[in-house]
């Protein structure tokens, strides 16, 4: 009975298992390993310890109403923006990505269930790690005879629901109004702009005077018991019964509103997107090669990174480390070291792109078998996307440096060794290894380990240190007291 009733072939809940089902096969702990229980049992306890520290912290000094209002409300907000920065792109890649959505619109099945399960996938994937990092507090808390804090779980679930429905929302008007590529480009820098403000506001208090940051939080703090509206989902995050259920029927209406309104929209956007033909891919496709193998490895590994979907977006995100290169560069920001620290920035950051590029490259190659096939000698083909990759972030570090030979121009041939040994290192290291970022397509095997990731970002520490003891001739003076 139950087969033919709640999980019936095509029915909702058939295809909400389904999706759970892609969504997990495409997660990054499966696109790493096969066995990932051990390591996540590991990980959870240990940041269940953590969380039993700081909530006994947290009990041995209480805050009045006021404050915790307006505690509970900044972090509502900031895991808010980055829901909907992930919500975008993962709304994206269920448009672009997948490419089932117009299988399944050709089905019997109804366009506004694909697109509801869809919207209840992606939110509970956003909500899913602030979820696990909260709930640990939440359990700690309760723990400590604090069972308001339970309430945790379902109000992060419900914020990641309406991220979701919000971002679904902007993803399907774009599509209808600019079209599937212009839709792409523009829900990542959304996102981009969303992780650039949080990231702002967090380093704010270094770059501003104490008093403007202090004043500007104040003018947030709410006023006498924090019973008014715009209130009500931070009395919720604290356990308040009448808040926290009305903040979980605020998310479940528009959850509803979204699925309702834009069903039609969604199945147009689908198939608009299924059969989008990029403007001038003839003219790409034209048959023109190169006169030898070399450059024409060198050109298509180049293609792969500029076709990755999201690439300036997470390179703008690795590439954060120069905010406090410039302000140090300039003068407007001072540390203990000079210049001398924008040494081991860069090379750190050289390190981390060269990773990130090479993955990009040999993650994105769907098709290795035809390009062995060639003329092109092996060596040849591995040296390609080596230089490719090298070539890319040298792009990218040479205003830095050059800045840096402005400022200070004895630190320049310390960075430039440093940078020149860690890009070797880690192109090598993300040509064998290379960091899980793209899921492996039906019939094609997993590309990307974990630990390449951590292999590179300790490749990439080990030659930023080399570089600060360069730079420093008394770098470690603090380790002998």
């Known amino acids: 009975m139950l087969s033919r009733g709640l999980v019936r072939r095509g029915g909702f809940a058939w295809l909400f298992l389904h999706e759970l089902r892609v969504l997990w096969r495409g997660s990054i702990l499966v696109r790493t390993s096969r066995h990932v229980a051990a390591p996540v049992i590991g990980v959870a306890i240990i940041f269940q310890g953590i969380a039993l520290l700081l909530a006994g912290q947290i009990i041995k000094h209480p805050l009045p109403l006021a404050e915790l209002v307006l505690v509970a409300d900044i972090n509502l907000f900031f895991f808010g923006v980055l829901m909907l920065s992930r919500a975008m792109t993962s709304a994206i890649d269920v448009l672009y990505a997948r490419g089932d959505v117009d299988f399944l619109l050709a089905s019997p099945i109804r366009p506004g269930r694909v697109l509801a399960v869809r919207m209840i996938g992606v939110g509970m994937s956003v909500a899913a790690p602030w979820v696990l990092l909260g709930g640990a507090l939440a359990n700690a808390l309760a723990l400590y005879g604090q069972p308001w804090a339970l309430s945790i779980y379902p109000m992060l679930l419900a914020e990641g629901l309406l991220a979701a429905a919000l971002a679904f929302a902007i993803v399907v008007v774009l599509v209808a109004r600019v079209g599937p590529a212009t839709a792409r480009r523009t829900g990542h820098l959304l996102a981009l702009a969303m992780g650039v403000v949080i990231f702002a506001l967090g380093q704010a208090p270094r ?21 008014a509206p715009q209130w009500i989902f931070a009395r919720g995050l604290l356990g308040e019964p009448q808040a926290l259920a009305a903040s979980i029927a605020f998310s479940l209406l528009a959850f509803v509103i979204v699925r309702s309104l834009l069903g039609r929209s969604f199945a147009n956007g689908a198939i608009t997107a299924a059969a989008y033909r990029p403007p001038g891919a003839e003219r790409r496709q034209s048959g023109k090669f190169r006169t030898t193998p070399f450059p024409a490895i060198l ?48 090379v750190f950051l050289a390190g981390q792109l060269a990773l990130f590029f090479i993955s990009v490259m040999v993650g994105s190659d769907e098709s290795p078998e035809l390009a062995a096939s ?51 290192s880690n192109i090598a290291v993300g040509f064998r290894l290379p960091i899980p970022l793209i899921r492996a397509e039906f019939g094609k095997s997993r590309k990307g380990t974990i630990l390449g990731l951590i292999i590179g970002v300790g490749v990439s520490s080990a030659w930023a240190a080399a570089a600060w003891a360069l730079a420093t001739p008394d770098a470690f003076a603090w380790l002998r007291g």
Do not use: C
């Not at 092109?376 to 040296?383: C, D, V, Y």
């Open 374 to 424: 060639s003329p092109a000698s092996t060596p040849s083909l591995r040296h390609g996307a080596m230089v490719a990759a090298g070539y890319a972030t040298t792009i990218l570090m040479a205003p830095p440096l050059l800045l840096l030979l402005a400022a200070d121009p004895q630190e320049l041939p310390i960075t430039i060794a440093g940078t020149a040994g860690v890009l070797a």
């Open 207 to 227: 770059f501003l005077p104490r008093a403007t940051v202090a004043a500007f939080w104040e003018q947030l703090m709410p006023k006498g018991d924090a019973t």
């Open 299 to 346: 050109a298509k590994n180049l293609r792969l990174l500029t076709r990755f979907p999201g690439v300036v977006s997470q390179t703008v995100y690795r590439s954060l480390t120069l905010v406090p290169v410039l302000m140090i560069l300039a003068g407007k920001f001072r540390i203990g070291g000079g210049t001398a620290v924008v040494t081991p920035l860069l």
